[in-house]
């Protein structure tokens, strides 16, 4: 692999530090415009001040403790601190950056690529907007990317021990969003490496399970002593789906305006606490019966209108894909450029997908593609979601395309 060197990673660092400085200093670094923001604060100051993580974070069920005890951590047990906690963002955000470049150069073995690869990720706007606020998309996507690098390197020179690490940061990024659960079976990909032997492809593959495992294990099992239920990491599965297929996900998808959307906000609000107040007054209390109550819901809904359950589905499978935000969202400027980055960099992911000499890699990297659409399509999409799974396989893909299309 091509040494990108101490110069050339700094001033990656540097540049992806000051982009994400600069939004977040633009946005305040007392102020707090992230919706989700609030969950995570009360999480952090709970867990701070009692020493244990709250039964509940919002209405209805807990959010994954990840990102909670990392702001613990970050602001030295004073979370209400806002400034530590987003410059500890900022942080996160730059140093994945780093491993998407030493990322790049594992996989292309090209210098030049691994450090457009890193201009590119400093400079990413999706990127750079993740890490502004109270939010918990930098911390996984950091976990994210160093678990898919750990990995490569376990396989390129096999090493039992990086590949427990990889398993290692995939089960954490799963304690801070869970939908990277989905992505476990993909440790299992040493096995198809047929450079080596299978009992070395099996022991890194092994590995990578274990550390996973070691990794999720004790917080599955805190929650079965606190609840007496099998609660991998949290129980927002429920209403996630109950969002994403209810009749309150149709109506989202009929709106135009900004002030329509506040109206479904707050309708939708109430509608899920009047339907959480009479599950527990019918004896539901537990969270894996809180989730299932939602999860009924939601299939009563989808059984009432089969063929408006479809289209729901094609919308958000739609919601995911397509290369601009919501239009009635955003402004007109923000819509055409987005659309226009997010398309340019489609088409050349697409050639860096066609060219790429490393099969295997291209395989896993176009699964992850397929599992994140079809897993977020199925309980709930929002396009922040898509952005620490796509936008670094874009990238990654993108910049080689880019350098082979301007090579012809």
């Given at each position: 692999?091509?040494?990108?060197?101490?110069?050339?990673?700094?001033?990656?660092?540097?540049?992806?530090?000051?982009?994400?400085?600069?939004?977040?200093?633009?946005?305040?670094?007392?102020?707090?415009?992230?919706?989700?923001?609030?969950?995570?604060?009360?999480?952090?100051?709970?867990?701070?001040?009692?020493?244990?993580?709250?039964?509940?974070?919002?209405?209805?069920?807990?959010?994954p403790p990840g990102y909670p005890a990392f702001l613990v951590l970050a602001t030295l047990g004073h979370p209400e601190r806002l400034a530590p906690a987003k410059l500890a963002n900022v942080a996160l955000g730059s140093l994945a950056v780093l491993?998407?470049?030493?990322?790049?150069?594992?996989?292309?073995?090209?210098?030049?690529?691994?450090?457009?690869?890193?201009?590119?990720?400093?400079?990413?706007?999706?990127?750079?907007?993740?890490?502004?606020?109270?939010?918990?998309?930098?911390?996984?996507?950091?976990?994210?990317?160093?678990?898919?690098?750990?990995?490569?390197?376990?396989?390129?020179?096999?090493?039992?021990?990086?590949?427990?690490?990889?398993?290692?940061?995939?089960?954490?990024s799963a304690l801070t969003r869970p939908t990277s659960l989905a992505l476990i079976p993909f440790l299992l990909a040493p096995l198809a490496d047929r450079r080596y032997p299978f009992r070395i492809r099996s022991h890194i593959a092994g590995a990578?399970?274990?550390?996973?495992?070691?990794?999720?294990?004790?917080?599955?099992?805190?929650?079965?002593?606190?609840?007496?239920?099998?609660?991998?990491?949290?129980?927002?599965?429920?209403?996630?789906?109950?969002?994403?297929?209810?009749?309150?996900?149709?109506?989202?998808?009929?709106?135009?305006?900004?002030?329509?959307?506040?109206?479904?906000?707050?309708?939708?609000?109430?509608?899920?606490?009047?339907?959480?107040?009479?599950?527990?007054?019918?004896?539901?209390?537990?969270?894996?019966?809180?989730?299932?109550?939602?999860?009924?819901?939601?299939?009563?809904?989808?059984?009432?209108?089969?063929?408006?359950?479809?289209?729901?589905?094609?919308?958000?499978?739609?919601?995911?894909?397509?290369?601009?935000?919501?239009?009635?969202?955003?402004?007109?400027?923000?819509?055409?450029?987005?659309?226009?980055?997010?398309?340019?960099?489609?088409?050349?992911?697409?050639?860096?997908?066609?060219?790429?000499?490393?099969?295997?890699?291209?395989?896993?990297?176009?699964?992850?593609?397929?599992?994140?659409?079809?897993?977020?399509?199925?309980?709930?999409?929002?396009?922040?979601?898509?952005?620490?799974?796509?936008?670094?396989?874009?990238?990654?893909?993108?910049?080689?395309?880019?350098?082979?299309?301007?090579?012809?």
């Amino acid at each position: 692999m091509p040494r990108l060197g101490p110069r050339a990673l700094g001033a990656i660092l540097i540049l992806a530090a000051a982009a994400r400085l600069a939004l977040a200093l633009q946005v305040g670094l007392g102020a707090v415009q992230f919706g989700d923001a609030p969950a995570y604060l009360y999480a952090a100051e709970q867990l701070a001040r009692t020493g244990r993580y709250p039964a509940t974070t919002d209405v209805g069920f807990f959010r994954p403790p990840g990102y909670p005890a990392f702001l613990v951590l970050a602001t030295l047990g004073h979370p209400e601190r806002l400034a530590p906690a987003k410059l500890a963002n900022v942080a996160l955000g730059s140093l994945a950056v780093l491993v998407l470049a030493a990322l790049s150069a594992r996989i292309f073995r090209s210098r030049r690529i691994a450090i457009a690869t890193g201009i590119g990720g400093a400079l990413a706007p999706g990127l750079v907007l993740i890490s502004s606020d109270i939010q918990s998309e930098p911390l996984f996507l950091l976990l994210l990317l160093s678990a898919a690098f750990l990995l490569l390197v376990s396989v390129d020179r096999p090493s039992s021990t990086l590949a427990l690490l990889a398993g290692g940061a995939l089960g954490l990024s799963a304690l801070t969003r869970p939908t990277s659960l989905a992505l476990i079976p993909f440790l299992l990909a040493p096995l198809a490496d047929r450079r080596y032997p299978f009992r070395i492809r099996s022991h890194i593959a092994g590995a990578a399970l274990l550390g996973a495992l070691l990794s999720v294990g004790p917080w599955t099992l805190r929650n079965a002593v606190v609840f007496r239920e099998f609660i991998p990491v949290n129980d927002a599965d429920g209403r996630a789906f109950y969002e994403g297929n209810s009749v309150w996900a149709r109506r989202y998808y009929a709106l135009r305006s900004r002030a329509e959307y506040a109206a479904w906000l707050t309708a939708e609000d109430l509608d899920i606490r009047k339907k959480l107040g009479e599950a527990e007054a019918g004896g539901v209390f537990s969270p894996r019966q809180r989730a299932r109550a939602f999860r009924d819901m939601a299939l009563q809904d989808v059984r009432a209108d089969p063929a408006a359950a479809l289209g729901l589905l094609l919308q958000k499978f739609w919601f995911w894909l397509r290369p601009y935000p919501t239009t009635w969202f955003r402004s007109a400027p923000v819509v055409w450029l987005t659309g226009l980055y997010y398309g340019v960099l489609y088409a050349l992911a697409a050639a860096g997908f066609l060219s790429a000499r490393r099969r295997g890699v291209r395989l896993f990297a176009l699964g992850i593609l397929t599992v994140s659409l079809a897993s977020h399509a199925l309980i709930i999409v929002v396009w922040r979601y898509r952005i620490p799974y796509w936008d670094p396989v874009l990238l990654l893909y993108g910049v080689p395309g880019g350098a082979r299309l301007l090579s012809l």
